[in-house]
């Protein structure tokens, strides 16, 4: 019996948890060919035991439309439903509390703890109205629901602090040039494109290096 394959064909079908589980396994071992078996296994929920009957050409095309998913930058997502509960994107980073500050400054350059961090930058809605909206208090204790967050929120929000930190940068960089005299700060674009089965995900962990960076 052929196993059933159900490929995510967005990042909103991987969850956070899963893509832990994946880098686990990546630092295990990076053979090209056990990343290929672990991500049909992670992301496509097919036992062990299955893989083993699916054709050896498809296998590598399924990894590589997974791979695909993580190849661009991803554009910030306001709000996601996770368990009947609509989640928001904390709308005001300037007034977040000192626990909640060192949370996200702790957690968000670690992937095995990054649902801490998650779990500040997003939480249940409240008092929508008129395109304004609130979140619950903050609540450590419930960080471990944010491991069910689908990843296009998850690298959305990485994306957006990291270009802010860079657009943050780069003005005061050209404000400074301006006061001295010399020609405008240009900063390295973002973009790059994966090479090879799997590695544009390494562009997520390029990403949040560059963003630890710019935070210290």
């Known amino acids: 019996m052929k196993a059933k394959l159900n490929v995510p064909t967005d990042l909103s079908e991987i969850t956070l948890e899963q893509y832990q589980r994946f880098l686990k396994a990546q630092e295990s071992n990076d053979d090209e060919h056990f990343l290929e078996y672990k991500a049909i296994e992670i992301f496509c ?33 306001r709000f996601f439903t996770l368990n009947g509960k609509e989640f928001g994107f904390i709308p005001d980073l300037d007034n977040m509390s000192f626990g909640e500050y060192i949370d996200v400054d702790t957690y968000l350059s670690d992937w095995t703890n990054i649902h801490y961090a998650m ?10 109205k008129a395109g304004r909206y609130d ?42 040039a301006d006061q001295i005299g010399i020609q405008q700060v240009h900063l390295p674009h973002l973009d790059r494109n994966g090479d090879g089965t799997l590695r544009s995900m390494d562009l997520v962990k390029e990403t949040l290096n560059e963003l630890t960076i710019s935070l210290k």
């Open 119 to 128: 779990n500040v930058l997003y939480r249940p809605t409240s008092h929508k």
């Open 135 to 176: 979140l619950v208090e903050y609540d450590m204790e419930q960080r471990d629901r944010a491991l069910q967050m689908p990843m296009d929120a998850v690298l959305g929000s990485i994306f957006f602090l990291f270009n802010l930190r860079k657009d943050l940068l780069k003005t005061t960089l050209n404000s400074l």
């Open 45 to 77: 929920h097919v036992p062990e035991e299955k893989i083993k009957s699916i054709a050896a050409h498809s296998v590598t095309e399924i990894a590589n439309k997974i791979s695909k998913l993580f190849a661009n930058e991803t554009e910030l997502v």
